[in-house]
Nanobody, 126 residues
Framework: QVQLVESGGGSVQAGGSLKLSCAAS????????MGWFRQAPGKEREGVAGIYYGTGSSYYRDSVKGRFTISQDNAKNTLYLQMNSLKPEDTAMYYCAANILGGPLVWNRQDWYRYWGQGTQVTVSS
């Protein structure tokens, strides 16, 4: 049974950093398309970053490019999201997601991913 467990969220001031982790079990992250999504209150869930180890490809939404970095540790079977220069508008619940299929056209489509974690809250104060 596939399970994704996020951690690392918290409250920081604007300009600060956080590193989110997503520990996977029942699957191998290096063989799946992995993604980070976020959902702020009253807003739709949106794709933040995606990665596929098989092709070395990574994807980011424009608003986080240059500030966020998605990566994975295959030995630990864990996905990460390093978030720097955080802004109040980054405040949201962050989720990791996985699917065996994927690519540049679907990495940010929440309906594409089969497996989801429970989320970790990130709050950025000004």
């Amino acid at each position: 049974q596939v399970q994704l467990v996020e951690s690392g969220g918290g409250s920081v001031q604007a300009g600060g950093s956080l590193k989110l982790s997503c520990a996977a079990s029942g699957m191998t992250v290096s063989k799946y398309y992995m993604g980070w999504f976020r959902q702020a209150p009253g807003k739709e869930r949106e794709g933040v970053a995606g990665i596929y180890y098989g092709t070395g490809s990574s994807y980011y939404r424009d608003s986080v490019k240059g500030r966020f970095t998605i990566s994975q540790d295959n030995a630990k079977n864990t996905l990460y999201l390093q978030m720097n220069s955080l802004k109040p508008e980054d405040t949201a619940m962050y989720y990791c997601a996985a699917n065996i299929l994927g690519g540049p056209l679907v990495w940010n489509r929440q309906d594409w991913y089969r497996y989801w974690g429970q989320g970790t809250q990130v709050t950025v104060s000004s």
